[in-house]
């Protein structure tokens, strides 16, 4: 798929990124997708390890396994 980019906003937003990789416009244009990739990954990994730690600060230090009881109490109403 062909994708033809151009514009005034597009330059604008270009510049700053070119000029400090020293790179052109068109370049810099060119590897952004891949940035914004793996900006998102990373930040996913980032969160799932902290949502993991939170997980494991709750369970403390013993922490039980989960028991046929555990599990149906998830579905009782309080």
């Known amino acids: 798929m062909a994708l033809f980019v151009k514009g ?7 510049q700053e990124p070119a ?3 020293r790179a ?3 370049e810099t244009v060119r590897q952004a ?3 914004a990739l793996e900006c998102e990954t990373d930040d ?4 799932s390890i902290e949502f993991a730690g939170r997980l494991r600060e709750q369970a403390g230090p013993n922490p039980q396994p989960i028991d046929q009881a555990f599990l ?3 579905y009782e109403d309080p």
């Open 8 to 14: 005034p906003k597009v330059d604008t937003l270009a």
């Open 19 to 21: 000029s400090l990789e």
């Open 24 to 26: 052109t416009g068109t």
């Open 33 to 35: 997708p891949g940035g």
């Open 44 to 47: 996913l990994v980032t969160r």
């Open 72 to 74: 149906d109490g998830l």
